[in-house]
């Protein structure tokens, strides 16, 4: 499948990870609902617990994480999509007017991947510098995007370009805050601009983990074109990301507010627009506020600024001051050349 990114208007993606709780069922309903909310793309995630960790090599002892208390191979295990589920979760994706594509976690899940004709790869923050796999996804060709979390300038720059040197020539970069959830304090969308500054042949966009739309709606005013955020059914249906995961009304809600946020980017415009000329007539003119007998001298107590603009630009109000009236003027009318 070729895929191109959409130009005329930001690609949402929504990341299922691990909200399937494993049943294939729900996973199939969580492809419908993002369907429904007009997102572009539905996101994987392709691993098992061992390609990740082994048995008893860590448990998780951070009491503020959400999953303290956990065996790290055990969570992998709960949270991984089984890779018999991927050719027919891709396929409805893709029945359904969706693109379904995957985060490989190593080279056994990209050439699972490559059977399956996915068309793009994401790369994980916990992954953008597992060199090996960098070159390994970019060698296939295809478009990559990769967040851009617990990385800093000098290696996001040996990243980037293993894979621009490796055969992909599509890269987007995805400005991250790899804490779950992330609070808009700590997720600097003003990094945005800098990294396509520093990245100009890359797109740039935002993976959010922050709760609601408006981080990912400010993103775009920055210069995003790809947002992507975790997506469940129901936030109290429970699973391993649904702390932090939009629901079905919130995902159609930042889709719809992203496209307007886009739409209103437009061009830089300094001049009247053609859809403004109307009211130009609602703006303020010089009137006589009194009786005004020809000879007479126009002052501030006998002339006025209101609406409409029937009569001089107020900018001529004080040049017209002192100025003789050649008629008689009745109250409100407005001032114009060769009244004086």
């Known amino acids: 499948m070729n895929f191109q990114f959409p130009s005329n208007g930001p690609f949402i993606i929504a990341e299922m990870s691990g909200n399937h709780n494993q049943s294939i069922g729900r996973a199939r309903e969580i492809i419908l609902a993002a369907s429904q909310t007009g997102a572009h793309a539905v996101k994987l995630q392709t691993y098992t617990a061992d390609t990740m960790t082994m048995k008893g090599a860590y448990t998780i002892t951070d009491k503020t994480s959400l999953w303290a208390g ?6 992998y295990q709960l ?5 018999e589920w991927h050719r027919e979760l891709f396929e409805y994706a893709q029945s359904l007017g969706m693109i379904c594509f995957s985060t490989p976690f190593d080279e056994t899940a990209v ?56 055969g992909c020539s599509d890269l987007t970069l995805l400005k991250c805050t790899s804490s779950y959830p992330s609070s808009p304090e700590n997720s600097n969308i003003v990094t945005i601009p800098a990294l396509q500054k520093m990245f100009p042949a890359c797109r740039i966009g935002l993976s959010d983990h922050t709760m609601g739309i408006g981080v990912a709606v400010a993103s775009i005013a920055l210069g995003a074109l790809v947002v992507e955020k975790h997506f469940t059914l129901n936030r109290a249906d429970g699973g391993v990301d649904s702390a932090f995961s939009m629901e079905p009304a919130e995902m159609k809600m930042l889709v719809e507010e992203s496209q307007k946020a886009f739409a209103a980017l437009g061009h830089v415009q300094l001049d009247i627009q053609e859809v403004e000329k109307k009211s130009l007539f609602y703006k303020r003119s010089v009137y006589s506020k009194t009786d005004i007998a020809p000879g007479e001298l126009f002052t501030k107590e006998n002339l006025c600024v209101i609406r409409p603009a029937l009569g001089l630009s107020p900018r001529y109000f004080e040049i017209i001051l002192g100025k003789t009236a050649k008629e008689d003027i009745k109250p409100g009318t407005p001032i114009n050349e060769g009244m004086y």
Do not use: R
Not at 70 to 75: G, W
Not at 79 to 83: H, I, V
């Open 70 to 75: 956990q065996e790290l191979h055990d969570l």
């Open 79 to 83: 949270a991984y999509t089984p890779w």
């Open 111 to 166: 050439d699972f991947l490559e059977t399956l004709d996915c068309p793009l790869y994401k790369i994980a923050s916990f992954e953008n510098t597992h060199l090996p796999l960098l070159k390994y996804v970019a060698q296939k060709g295809k478009p990559v995007i990769m967040s851009t979390g617990v990385i800093n300038s000098d290696d996001l720059e040996e990243s980037v370009d293993v894979i621009l040197s490796n």
